[in-house]
Structures are given as structure tokens and as C-alpha cells.
């Protein structure tokens, strides 16, 4: 794809999201779909120091999240393994409130990787399991929403582990085009419930109800909590909101084209305004020497520079 994206252009009162407004959802899913990149390699853009982006470098990782919400880096050399790497990418993309979440390490950057049992919990992360579809922190209080994570490879496993990732904005248009109704049911506020977590009989997090997908007021981006647990899972009671979570459970597992799939290779990374992603069982080979570690940032904010608001407003000031 190409690394600069052609502007919307809207009058910036209205909103692509706003089900009442047809025109506009349409002329946003037209610029949205078209130059849309066809594969994850499409995304992958070579980054010689991760430290200091060039401005071709930083633009074509820019051009790709305004149009996908998500590009791969590929670092051609240098330590892979050093954790400063992944807050300074993040820093260069307006990424700085990390959030904290419970097993994070002391720098609120998550080592990724097999780890025996934790606390007598059981958490499908750091196991190599299969991890169904999800966007990273559903289960966060409305203040603290997760809308940008790294996810950086320090080294792959010896086999499997690929992730597969489809822009949550995609997901929108997929709905939409099926049935509006079926946003209208998952914009409700109520929409979905995370029960809270308990520990040997203590809740360390509260249950957390909210919509599916909102638009945010200060960027009018759109945002997007989901998980496709069918276990300790609350989702509203009506019929519309069975069958849009039906159908978006039907695209997630069908192949659709706008799903990504990409087996990230050490010295890779994926930096993404929290698209819906899953990942495939892998085994590791620990006397190999081929040991799966992820390093994982999560941040309350989003990309810059792809906020709806200022595609915009770069569109009034280029249309005129
Ligand atoms: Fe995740």
C-alpha cells in the first residue's frame, strides 16, 4: 500500500459512526476500503533503529495505522531483546500512559511467555495455548481503555504461535453492512459484562459493563472492547445483541479477506491502535535454544495522528 493516505472528506460536524447518518458512513467506508491493504505483509515496513525512526520510516508506519489501525515494524539488526526499544516506538507514536495491569512487569511492560502457574491462577497468556479473539483490556474501567498496544518479538517459538488481527473498524464495517441493528446493539452501554475477577474467594478486579464499540468524544475515533470468551461472560439479554455477537463470532471464524495473519519472526513488531487479534498454540523448544518471549505494552492512548478528528481536519485544510 502506499505510505501516504488520501484525506476523507467530510464536513467535520458528522460522524462515520453515527447510524443515523448513512451518507457519511458511506463515504467513509469508500476512502476506508480503498488502497486497504490486502495482506499483513502489506503492513510490514523495515525499520533500521527502532530508537530514532527516519521520517519515511515513521511515515509509512503513520500511513498504514490511519488506514489499518495497525503496522508491523521489522528491525533489521541490534538487540532484540532490549525492553527500552518498545516505550521509545510507543513514544514516537504519541503512546505514553501505560497502563498498569496486573501482571505486568515493574515497568508496566509485559514479558509474554510460558510461565508455570502463577498465584493458583491460570491465565491462557502466558501459557502456549491458543488465545481466542479479543481486544487487549475489555475487562478495564471506561477511564482506563486500552487504545494502543506494542506487541514486540524478541524470539519466536519453535513452531506455531502465528496471530492473526482484523481492524476493529473492519469488524464495524462487516456489522453495518449486515445489519445496522446489530451496532445499535453492541454501542448499547450495557452491552457487555465482565464479571468480576476473583482470586481464592477475593475480587482483585470489580465486574466491568459496557459497550462493544464507541466513538470517542475528543478524536471521534472509533473503539472497540470484545472478547470471544464464552465463559464468564455477561451479554445483554436481547435478541439483537445474540445475533450480532453471533455473526461477529461467524466473520472471526471464517476467512474473511480483511483478516491479517503474520508468525512474527524476532526483531518484528506490531504497534496498533488495539485491533482484534488471536493467537495459535505454539510449542517451544527450550534445549533448542527457540523460546517464545513477546514483549507486550498496552496504553490508554491511541496512535497520534490517526484520530478520525484529524484526518479530518487535514481534509479541510487540503480541500479547502
Ligand atoms: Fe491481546
Not at 515513521?58 to 525492553?83: H, T, V
Not at 518498545?86 to 503512546?95: A, D, E
Not at 465486574?207 to 464507541?214: D, E, K
Not at 465463559?231 to 466473520?251: C, H, M, P
Amino acid at each position: 500500500m502506499s505510505d501516504s493516505i488520501t484525506h476523507l472528506r467530510f464536513p467535520a460536524a458528522t460522524s462515520p459512526f453515527d447510524l443515523a447518518d448513512d451518507r457519511a458512513y458511506q463515504r467513509w467506508r469508500e476512502w476506508k476500503l480503498s488502497d486497504y491493504p490486502g495482506v499483513a505483509e502489506d503492513l510490514i515496513v523495515s525499520v533500521a533503529n527502532p530508537f530514532r525512526l527516519t521520517p519515511a520510516e515513521k511515515q509509512a508506519l503513520l500511513s498504514r495505522c490511519q488506514k489499518a489501525n495497525a503496522a508491523i515494524y521489522r528491525i533489521s539488526a541490534g538487540d532484540f531483546a532490549d525492553k527500552e526499544l518498545v516505550g521509545s516506538l510507543g513514544r514516537q507514536f504519541g503512546l505514553v500512559r501505560l497502563d498498569r495491569n496486573l501482571r505486568a512487569d515493574e515497568d508496566s511492560i509485559t514479558s509474554l511467555k510460558v510461565v508455570p502457574e502463577t498465584r493458583g491462577a491460570y491465565y491462557i497468556p502466558y501459557t502456549n495455548r491458543p488465545l481466542n479473539w479479543h481486544t487487549d483490556g475489555y475487562y478495564n474501567t471506561p477511564g482506563e481503555q486500552v487504545r494502543g498496544v506494542v506487541l514486540h518479538c524478541v524470539s519466536d517459538a519453535a513452531e506455531g504461535g502465528e496471530n492473526v488481527y482484523l481492524d476493529h473498524e473492519m469488524a464495524y464495517v462487516l456489522l453495518r453492512d449486515e445489519n445496522p441493528e446489530y451496532l445499535a446493539a453492541l454501542m448499547q452501554p450495557d452491552a457487555m459484562t465482565i464479571p468480576a475477577n476473583t482470586e481464592s474467594g477475593v475480587e482483585i478486579r470489580p465486574a466491568q459493563t459496557g459497550p462493544v464499540f464507541s466513538v470517542e468524544t475528543h478524536s471521534g475515533s472509533l473503539h472497540m472492547r470484545y472478547t470471544a470468551r464464552t465463559r464468564s461472560i455477561a451479554w445483554k439479554d436481547d435478541r439483537n445483541t445474540r445475533r450480532a455477537v453471533g455473526f461477529l463470532a461467524e466473520v472471526l471464524a471464517g476467512d474473511s479477506a480483511f483478516l491479517f495473519r503474520h508468525r512474527m519472526r524476532p526483531g518484528e513488531g506490531v504497534i496498533c491502535n488495539n485491533i482484534l487479534h488471536k493467537r495459535e498454540a505454539f510449542a517451544d523448544d527450550p534445549a533448542g535454544g527457540r523460546t517464545r518471549l513477546l514483549y507486550r505494552a498496552r496504553y490508554y492512548d491511541r496512535i497520534r495522528g490517526t484520530e478520525l478528528n484529524t484526518i479530518w481536519s487535514g481534509v479541510r485544510a487540503c480541500s479547502g
